[in-house]
């Protein structure tokens, strides 16, 4: 989880993942009044998804949301910027490829 900061900010982000033996599945949620109300969830990425991160920079907008995979060569780690109209850019491979990596943080 993630909030917003400054006086007139009540923004919270939140990462969750639902799963099962067959697929993970990474969602955003944003809430815009300290959670009384959600967005509908955003899918991140495809059914690979493993632990999720966000974080937000002092305006209190999502900056990134980042996450693992199990990608055809091991492990990664992908991430994708919220834009000012609320889309995300195309998610990214943060390593080359035959880099395993897992476990995503991002702090600021």
């Known amino acids: 989880m993630a ?3 400054g006086k007139n900010d009540r ?3 939140a ?4 799963g099962s ?16 109300r959600w967005v509908k969830p955003v899918r991140m990425g495809d059914d690979t998804g493993l ?4 974080a937000v920079n002092a305006n209190g907008r999502l900056v990134v949301m ?3 995979v199990i990608a055809d060569d091991g492990l990664a ?30 702090s600021w």
Do not use: M
Request: with cysteine.
């Open 66 to 68: 980042i996450w693992g």
């Open 11 to 13: 923004s919270v982000h």
């Open 77 to 106: 780690i992908i991430a994708a910027e919220q834009l000012r109209n609320g889309k995300f850019t195309e998610p990214v491979k943060l390593f080359a490829p035959g880099v395993r990596a897992a476990f995503p943080r991002k």
């Open 51 to 54: 632990h999720g991160d966000v």
């Open 15 to 18: 990462v969750i993942g639902k």
């Open 3 to 5: 909030f917003g900061y």
């Open 21 to 36: 033996s067959e697929q993970s599945v990474i969602y955003n949620l944003y809430s815009n009044d300290c959670g009384k």
